[in-house]
Antibody
Framework: QLQLQESGPGLVKPSETLSLTCTVS??????????WGWIRQPPGKGPEWIGT???????YYNPSLKSRLTISVDTSKGQFSVKLSSVTAADTAVFYC???????????WGQGTLVTVSS | QSALTQPASVSGSPGQSITISCTGS?????????VSWYQQHPGKAPKLMIF???KRPSGISNRFSGSKSGNTASLTISGLQAEDEADYYC??????????FGGGTKLTVL
């Protein structure tokens, strides 16, 4: 059974860079059929797609976040990561990693990790 | 890229049917057969319930069904059960390798 697990700091200071990693287990991150995505959900709000990466390194970003965003993949470790720079309180959210069957749907999700932006 | 529009809340009694709408545009919902629906219980990750507008993943009850007309997709839950009480989100491919979610609908089983 495929499992995804987010990891990273739960507290980030304003103006700093948020960094999270997703570890994929029970399956290969190097499948050509799937992409790997980050989604965030601010408290009490709906999810927002952040960006997506393929094992080849191809990335797709939400245009509203693109200038602050970097998503990368490390196939040797079965991991993919997100970096969001210059964070503000508005970036406080539960961050999920998920598998994306392109172009359609997110079928496996991590449990999510809350990242709070505060000094 | 605007969020898809969903009603904030819907409710129904056990055994009844409810429908949740998800309205977008011709760039997303109406332009592709790629609407998916997710169920989220408090403190849990979203769970895929419907994909490609109308398809159910293996293991999802046939009480859940999806449909679409123009720029509006719908999720119908028949034979409501207490465990269906949750938040529901729609998501659509929006072209140019981007995806957009709805704001979510809270389903209350009375």
């Amino acid at each position: 059974q495929l499992q995804l697990q987010e990891s990273g700091p739960g507290l980030v200071k304003p103006s700093e860079t948020l960094s999270l990693t997703c570890t994929v287990s029970g399956g290969s991150i190097s499948s050509s059929s799937y992409y790997w995505g980050w989604i965030r959900q601010p408290p009490g709000k709906g999810p927002e797609w952040i960006g997506t990466v393929h094992y080849s390194g191809t990335t797709y970003y939400n245009p509203s976040l693109k200038s602050r965003l970097t998503i990368s993949v490390d196939t040797s470790k079965g991991q993919f990561s997100v970096k969001l720079s210059s964070v503000t309180a508005a970036d406080t959210a539960v961050f999920y990693c998920a598998r994306l069957y392109v172009p359609g749907y997110f079928d496996y999700w991590g449990q999510g990790t809350l990242v709070t932006v505060s000094s | 890229q605007s969020a898809l529009t969903q009603p904030a809340s819907v409710s129904g009694s056990p055994g009844q049917s409810i429908t949740i709408s998800c309205t977008g545009s011709s760039s997303d919902v109406g332009g592709h057969n790629l609407v998916s629906w997710y169920q989220q219980h408090p403190g849990k990750a979203p769970k895929l319930m419907i994909f490609e507008d109308t398809k159910r993943p293996s293991g999802i009850s046939n009480r859940f069904s999806g449909s679409k007309s123009g720029n509006t997709a719908s999720l119908t839950i028949s034979g409501l059960q207490a465990e269906d009480e949750a938040d529901y989100y729609c998501c659509s491919y929006a072209g140019s390798t981007t995806w957009v979610f709805g704001g979510g609908t809270k389903l209350t089983v009375l």
